[in-house]
């Protein structure tokens, strides 16, 4: 996803203000715009963000994360390998297992220390099913806690990618 746009338009934004102002203001607003741009990529990136752990939160157990290459954001979007739905797009997966009670749907942000050895082994899994880190630990979670549901052998979900709108 590339930021230049909606970074292009708040410059604009900004001048159209300092225009208002006179020479004096637009001057000024001219000396602003270089160092804001970064506090706009930044402000924009939190929240794509913030935006992103919401719709993890309603995908449970799949996940949407926001990766960042160079300059440009980009979604990945991590569909649980449920049986499927007949949702609006292939590989859209059914809702958490129905032994979940409906108070269950939120989440909770834990800080999780591993050992230094475990870690490759943790991402190395997760790759391997095509899962984010996050979405692995949640699984493996889930299954220890409850082996009926998570215990079965899942599909890897890999190069999966939705791209549009979300509601």
Known sequence: MDLAPYVDYLRRELAVAAEAG???ARALGERLVAPLEAAMRLALLEALSAAADEITRDLAPGSVDVRLRGRDPSF?????????SGGAF??????????????E???????????DHLKPRIDEAANREGLSVNAWLVRAATAALDPSAGGRQREPVVGSRYTGWVR
Request: no cysteine.
């Open 22 to 24: 006179g020479d004096e």
């Open 90 to 103: 292939p590989g859209a997966a059914a809702p958490a297992s129905a032994s979940a009670s409906p108070d």
């Open 105 to 115: 749907g939120g989440t909770t942000r834990v800080a999780l220390r591993v050992p």
């Open 76 to 84: 990945v979007v991590t569909s649980p390998p449920a049986a499927s």
